[in-house]
């Protein structure tokens, strides 16, 4: 779960420069919008592969059963 806190942590720290940003037009602080932003791409990254390392190891998976085939409606009987 720290993942998670970290990403957090990540995105609280930033706000003060988003607002710098967008409200001031401070590009010194856009620089680091881009930044943090780069990192919390690369954090994201880096859960979703361990998210699915885990689920993979987790539970191997069943082999598939294939559907059973349609059966075919008789011919109608002619009178």
């Known amino acids: 779960m720290s993942n998670f806190s970290q990403l957090k942590d ?4 930033l ?10 037009q401070n590009s010194a602080a856009g620089t680091r919008v881009r930044k943090g932003m780069q990192e ?3 954090m994201a990254q880096t ?5 699915q390392n885990q689920k993979n190891e987790a539970a191997p ?9 349609a059966k075919k409606a008789a011919p ?4």
């Open 40 to 42: 919390l791409k690369n």
């Open 10 to 13: 990540l995105v609280m720290s």
């Open 76 to 79: 109608a009987k002619k009178k």
């Open 47 to 51: 859960i979703r592969t361990e998210v």
């Open 61 to 69: 998976a069943a082999p598939a059963k294939a559907a059973p085939a």
């Open 15 to 24: 706000e003060g420069d988003f607002e710098k940003f967008y409200d001031k």
